[in-house]
């Protein structure tokens, strides 16, 4: 599929992405998120379903599968 941003040629290809969200102040990290890319511009697509998954996910506020290290850019 055609990049939506205007001007780009690019294409989404599938790809696992790692998705962050805030949710209650706090920072969520998703990784292996199904995503469409742009091969040029790195925009980013999330199916409904997908979307809907997420929010499901954070509902549910199961145990986080790791942690990662969190930076602030200063
Ligand atoms: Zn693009």
Same mark, same amino acid.
């Given at each position: 599929? =055609?990049?939506? @941003? /205007? $001007?780009?040629? *690019?294409?989404?290809?599938?790809r696992? @992405?790692v !998705? +962050?969200v805030r949710?209650? *102040?706090?920072? @969520? #990290?998703?990784?292996? #998120? %199904? /995503?469409?890319?742009?091969?040029?511009? *790195?925009?980013v &697509? &999330? =199916?409904?379903? +997908?979307?809907?998954? @997420?929010?499901? &996910? &954070? !509902?549910?506020a199961?145990?986080? /599968? $790791? +942690? #990662? %290290?969190?930076? =602030?850019? #200063?």
């Amino acid at each position: 599929m =055609k990049c939506s @941003i /205007a $001007g780009c040629p *690019g294409e989404y290809e599938e790809r696992e @992405i790692v !998705h +962050t969200v805030r949710y209650y *102040g706090e920072v @969520i #990290v998703i990784d292996n #998120v %199904p /995503a469409e890319v742009c091969s040029v511009c *790195g925009d980013v &697509l &999330l =199916k409904p379903e +997908t979307v809907r998954r @997420i929010e499901e &996910l &954070l !509902h549910s506020a199961p145990q986080p /599968a $790791g +942690t #990662v %290290p969190l930076y =602030k850019y #200063v």
